[in-house]
Nanobody, 122 residues
Framework: QVQLVESGGGLVQAGGSLRLSCAAS????????MGWFRQAPGKERKHVAG????????YYADFVKGRFTISRDNAKNTVYLQMNSLKSEDTAVYYC???????????????WGQGTQVTVSS
């Protein structure tokens, strides 16, 4: 059974940092793109960041560029999201994904994690 399990979410003050991790199990994702979406209450899910299978290519949404960094460790089947200079508007549930593409078709990755809550207090 394939699972993506996120960790590292929590409550942080504005300006602070968090590091999210997403550990995959059940198969290897070394040839897959991986990344993160987020969904704030009452809003649509948005693509935050993605990374290709080798780590050589990355994507960041404009609203996190310069603040968030995505990375992966294929030996550990894990993708990370380092979030710095957090803002209250970053408050959301963050979902890890894995898909053959760095940009999943129609925003619907093949695999999703369950999500981890990030709350930024102002």
């Amino acid at each position: 059974q394939v699972q993506l399990v996120e960790s590292g979410g929590g409550l942080v003050q504005a300006g602070g940092s968090l590091r999210l991790s997403c550990a995959a199990s059940g198969r290897t994702f070394s040839t897959y793109g991986m990344g993160w979406f987020r969904q704030a209450p009452g809003k649509e899910r948005k693509h935050v960041a993605g990374i290709n299978w080798s780590g050589a290519s990355t994507y960041y949404a404009d609203f996190v560029k310069g603040r968030f960094t995505i990375s992966r460790d294929n030996a550990k089947n894990t993708v990370y999201l380092q979030m710095n200079s957090l803002k209250s508007e970053d408050t959301a549930v963050y979902y890890c994904y894995a898909d053959p593409l760095i940009f999943p078709n129609y925003g619907a990755p093949e695999y999703w994690g369950q999500g981890t809550q990030v709350t930024v207090s102002s």
